[in-house]
Every structure is written in structure tokens, then in C-alpha cells.
């Protein structure tokens, strides 16, 4: 078992035995119902040495990484871009309006799109973004009330916050030990502030760049662009390869 597996693994086994007071009605586990994509995903891609730069999410989205099991896992992009599918050991509880269709799944993640549709136009193919980069998200989980309507983490009851966000900051932690960063960059400021709080030691530079999704206006007006111009002020040229060796 590799090392990212076994901290994929460890992270669901601890959020699995948690449990979330209303407005939460259903939670969902893609680390370990979409094992299969998401473990695809982490050997292909996580292995292989210390990375310059962490990008790190907030939680799977309802049409994103819950369906593939790949952080901003937009089908279409994980299946045509990355080229990872996988099938579904699908929970026997699911709420009637979110159905786990996998790689079947008919709709767009656009926070997905508009990632890896970046990564994608500045390194054409995945294996140059991940010589140097890589992309996790600090919590497993996809909360939703009983109306269907996604709850964030930062939305949870704070009772319910406590020992998820232990688990999320331990992951976290051994996550950078083992990839070795000099960046962690959240992808919004949530991750940002949970990087600052898991890593209070760490040797890591933590900051943030505009998160995708289409609830946000600045993001609507060119998330792209507005990225590109965060990541020159981060150190990061253009979101490409930075100058200089990953630290060995």
C-alpha cells in the first residue's frame, strides 16, 4: 500500500465513524464508495517524490468528486483529460434527488471545468502539471440537508465540526510530510485557513488562490486569468512549472 493510499484509507475509516446532527441528512464517502477512480487517481498521479506545490480543496462537490472519486472530478474532465474511470460500490443510502451515478453522471462540476479546464491549457497533458503540483481535498465528505441543498463544511453545526476537523487537519498534516511542498495554496480561503491551522510547524509557504465556483461572481469573470495573476504573486509563474527542483 502506498503512502497516499494509506492516509486516503486511515481519513475514511476515521470520518466513517463519525456522525453530524441537522441540518445534516446524508453524508457521502467517495474515498470509499469510488475506492477504485480515487486510489487510480492518487497512484497515477501522487506518487513518485516530493511536490513543489499543494493545492488543496475544500470537500467533494455533489457532481464532482462525489461521482469519480477525484478531487474537482468533473466527469468529463477525469474520464477525457486525466484518464481515470472507475465504478461505484454505490451506498444503499443515497438521497433520491443526488443519485451516485459515477462516470454516468449527466452533469458538469464547473468548479471542475474550470480547474482542470486551466491545468489542461497551460500544461496540455496532466503528467507536466504533476511533475510539480498536486491536488487534494481537506475533507472526504459531501453533506446535504434533506431538501438535497450541499452543505459545506464550514456551514456544519459547530458539535459537528469538532472531531471531522481533527480528522480533515491529521490527514492533512501527513499529507505534506510525505509530499514534501514548499506551497500549499488553498483553493479558496476555507482551505487556506484549515492549512494554516493543520500546519502550524510545517516549513510550507500557505496562501490562496479564487475558487471555481460559479456562485462567485469574481469567479464568473474569468477565473483563469484572476488565477494566473494570484499564482505570479505566490511564486508560481502563470500556474506552470516554478523555477527551480521540487525540494528533494
Same mark, same amino acid.
Given at each position: 500500500?502506498?503512502?497516499?493510499?494509506?492516509?486516503?484509507?486511515?481519513?475514511? %475509516?476515521?470520518?466513517?465513524?463519525?456522525? =453530524?446532527?441537522?441540518?445534516?441528512? =446524508?453524508?457521502?464517502n467517495p474515498l470509499?464508495?469510488?475506492?477504485?477512480? &480515487?486510489? %487510480?487517481?492518487?497512484?497515477?498521479?501522487?506518487?513518485?517524490?516530493?511536490?513543489?506545490?499543494?493545492?488543496?480543496?475544500?470537500?467533494?462537490?455533489?457532481?464532482?468528486?462525489? $461521482?469519480?472519486?477525484?478531487?474537482?472530478?468533473?466527469?468529463?474532465?477525469?474520464?477525457?483529460?486525466?484518464?481515470?474511470?472507475?465504478?461505484?460500490?454505490?451506498?444503499?443510502? $443515497? &438521497?433520491?434527488?443526488?443519485?451516485?451515478?459515477?462516470?454516468?453522471?449527466?452533469?458538469?462540476?464547473?468548479?471542475?471545468?474550470?480547474?482542470?479546464?486551466?491545468?489542461?491549457?497551460?500544461?496540455?497533458?496532466?503528467?507536466? =502539471?504533476?511533475?510539480?503540483?498536486?491536488?487534494?481535498?481537506?475533507?472526504?465528505?459531501? =453533506?446535504?440537508?434533506?431538501?438535497?441543498?450541499?452543505?459545506?463544511?464550514?456551514?456544519?453545526?459547530?458539535?459537528?465540526?469538532?472531531?471531522?476537523?481533527?480528522?480533515?487537519?491529521?490527514?492533512?498534516?501527513?499529507?505534506?510530510?510525505?509530499?514534501?511542498?514548499?506551497?500549499?495554496?488553498?483553493?479558496?480561503?476555507?482551505?487556506? $485557513?484549515?492549512?494554516?491551522?493543520?500546519?502550524?510547524?510545517?516549513?510550507v509557504m500557505i496562501?490562496?488562490?479564487? &475558487?471555481?465556483?460559479?456562485?462567485?461572481?469574481?469567479?464568473?469573470?474569468?477565473?483563469?486569468?484572476?488565477?494566473?495573476? $494570484?499564482?505570479?504573486?505566490?511564486?508560481?509563474?502563470?500556474?506552470?512549472?516554478?523555477?527551480?527542483?521540487?525540494?528533494?
Amino acid at each position: 500500500m502506498t503512502p497516499l493510499v494509506r492516509i486516503s484509507r486511515d481519513l475514511s %475509516r476515521a470520518v466513517d465513524r463519525l456522525s =453530524f446532527e441537522a441540518p445534516v441528512a =446524508f453524508t457521502y464517502n467517495p474515498l470509499a464508495y469510488a475506492r477504485p477512480a &480515487h486510489e %487510480r487517481y492518487l497512484s497515477r498521479f501522487g506518487e513518485g517524490g516530493p511536490r513543489d506545490t499543494l493545492f488543496l480543496g475544500m470537500n467533494p462537490g455533489p457532481f464532482g468528486m462525489a $461521482q469519480t472519486g477525484v478531487p474537482f472530478g468533473d466527469v468529463g474532465m477525469v474520464r477525457d483529460f486525466l484518464g481515470i474511470t472507475g465504478a461505484l460500490v454505490r451506498p444503499p443510502v $443515497q &438521497h433520491p434527488q443526488r443519485p451516485l451515478l459515477g462516470f454516468d453522471c449527466p452533469r458538469a462540476e464547473v468548479s471542475g471545468t474550470r480547474f482542470w479546464g486551466w491545468v489542461r491549457d497551460r500544461h496540455e497533458v496532466p503528467e507536466a =502539471f504533476f511533475s510539480w503540483a498536486f491536488v487534494a481535498n481537506w475533507c472526504p465528505l459531501v =453533506f446535504m440537508e434533506s431538501s438535497g441543498r450541499n452543505l459545506t463544511p464550514d456551514k456544519l453545526p459547530p458539535a459537528s465540526r469538532g472531531p471531522l476537523f481533527e480528522a480533515c487537519d491529521l490527514a492533512l498534516a501527513r499529507l505534506v510530510e510525505t509530499l514534501r511542498p514548499r506551497r500549499v495554496i488553498g483553493v479558496g480561503a476555507f482551505a487556506e $485557513q484549515r492549512a494554516r491551522k493543520a500546519l502550524p510547524g510545517a516549513d510550507v509557504m500557505i496562501g490562496s488562490i479564487l &475558487h471555481p465556483s460559479p456562485a462567485s461572481p469574481a469567479a464568473n469573470r474569468g477565473w483563469a486569468e484572476a488565477v494566473d495573476a $494570484q499564482l505570479l504573486v505566490l511564486g508560481v509563474p502563470t500556474g506552470r512549472a516554478p523555477a527551480g527542483r521540487p525540494r528533494p
